[in-house]
Nanobody, 118 residues
Framework: QVQLVESGGALVQPGESLRLSCVAS????????VNWYRQAPGGERDFIAS????????KIEDSVKGRFTISADDAKNTVYLQMNSLKSEDTAVYYC???????????WGQGTQVTVSS
């Protein structure tokens, strides 16, 4: 059974940092492009970042470039989203999504809440 489990969300103040984790089971992240999305209250689910370990390809959405970075630990089957200099507009539920490189399989995690507020 495939599972993506996000963690690391919290209530923080503006300017602080968080690191989100997406732990995969039932699949190897090296066979997938792993993405982070976020959904603010009343908003759509928006792309934030992606990483493909094979080929060392990563992408960061322009609005968070310079503050957010994506990385992966193949041995731990985990993808991270490091978020620095957080702003109130970063408040959202953050989701992990895995897209198979070889098939049309797509998997989503359940999300983790990030709230940035003073």
């Amino acid at each position: 059974q495939v599972q993506l489990v996000e963690s690391g969300g919290a209530l923080v103040q503006p300017g602080e940092s968080l690191r989100l984790s997406c732990v995969a089971s039932g699949l190897r992240i090296s066979d997938y492009v792993v993405n982070w999305y976020r959904q603010a209250p009343g908003g759509e689910r928006d792309f934030i970042a992606s990483i493909r370990i094979n080929g060392l390809i990563s992408k960061i959405e322009d609005s968070v470039k310079g503050r957010f970075t994506i990385s992966a630990d193949d041995a731990k089957n985990t993808v991270y989203l490091q978020m620095n200099s957080l702003k109130s507009e970063d408040t959202a539920v953050y989701y992990c999504k895995a897209d198979s490189i070889f098939t049309n399989h797509i998997y989503w995690g359940q999300g983790t809440q990030v709230t940035v507020s003073s």
